[in-house]
């Protein structure tokens, strides 16, 4: 008993180290959530820049440092455009129309108390009581609030210039961070897993460049269509289409409310108007432009997607169910590799059962080497 209670007492220290290390590496992502966001959107945005470094170098006669640095520039002054020129002015629109809502309200309970029978009416006008408390013009804003506001927009700045500094320097030291951490795995693993995160990085590469492509396909058509109908506020209404566009199913719908409901302070023939016209602008690009430009991104299956969705929206919020898909993909791309594809899936038992039954034992007998093959792949 003595000679075996030293190994046993060293596998216990072992152990309870090993449970340690990973508390406290669990403890330390959660303390470091909003790093660890930041990283992964600027893996997905580099993920999307990356081919056009490489589209770039192959057509310049320029290094490829130089090349990332004129991709990089192109995308940073796309990013200042919306930051400092779209967004301020999306803004103003929306405190137009949160100061041209009373108007309506009023008309909106006038209407609400006519209605018979009364309950209805008294539940009509205290739904339209509370979205008017919900939408009302902000006070003055005290010192404190200023002070509040300034820090905050100071915070979003610098996020946003920390997240275009990791987009750069991901691209610039992408080839020598992937051979640092394959080094740590054996060497015949290393191939596979190279070939593993790749396909990751290709396919999230994919999936950002798509709903890039149909959030502002989106965005613009909304907002000249707004435009033209003269809907108040159609900048700021096309951003929020193009935003809710890269969430999975519920994204065109959350888009739309608000849209309608700014056209139904105008009357309720534009209200209508505007929710028929974003049907047909869906059914377009669903029919359309959604099979051209996201054909073979993601690749996962619907119920993942909403799945997904549903857990990253649990999880994170708006912010979770924006990432819950390119995640899932990620999940999907790295357990197929280890998943032995070349081997058929076995079936019933009681269907193999018939004159080629010493076939199928052969076939069976050689599955552990084909599986064995598959795995060392």
Known sequence: MRSDLTPWTIR?????????????????????????????????????????????????????GATILVVYLAFFVVVL?????????????????????????????TWAGDLRPAALARSITALIDSVAGILKPPPPPDPDTVVDVGAAVAEAVVALATLLTIVFFWLVEHARLQRYALAFLPAERR????????????????????????????????????????????????????????????????????????AATVSPELAVL??????????????????????????????????????????????????????????EIMLSRLQAREVRVAQDPAAQQGPDDSANEEMGRSLPDAANAGADR
């Not at 909304?222 to 890269?246: C, H, V, W």
């Open 191 to 262: 191939a596979g897993a190279r070939m593993a995160w790749n396909e990751v990085e290709t396919r999230l590469g994919l999936w950002v460049r798509g709903q890039l492509i149909l959030m502002g396909a989106i965005g613009v058509a909304t907002a000249i269509t707004y435009t033209i109908l003269g809907l108040p506020g159609a900048l700021l209404l096309g951003l929020i289409a193009a935003i809710t566009e890269a969430i999975p199913i519920v994204g065109p719908l959350l888009g739309a409310i608000p849209a309608v409901l700014v």
């Open 274 to 331: 505007v929710a028929i016209i974003y049907v047909i602008l869906q059914f377009l690009e669903g029919s359309v432009l959604v099979p051209l430009v996201m054909r073979n991104t993601v690749g996962i299956s619907p119920l993942l997607v909403l799945l997904s969705l549903l857990i990253g929206a649990a999880v994170g919020g708006l912010v979770g169910a924006f990432l819950a898909v390119p995640v899932a993909a990620s999940l």
């Open 12 to 64: 216990g220290m072992g152990l309870a180290l090993g449970a340690l290390i990973v508390i406290g590496l669990v403890q330390l992502g959660a303390a470091a959530g909003g790093v660890l966001l930041l990283l992964f959107l600027a893996v997905l945005l580099a993920s999307a820049l990356e081919p056009m470094v490489g589209t770039l170098r192959d057509r310049l006669p320029i290094g490829r």
């Open 81 to 109: 455009v919306l930051a400092f020129i779209v967004v301020p002015a999306a803004i103003r629109q929306g405190e137009q129309i949160i100061e041209s809502l009373p108007p309506f309200f009023e008309q909106a309970r």
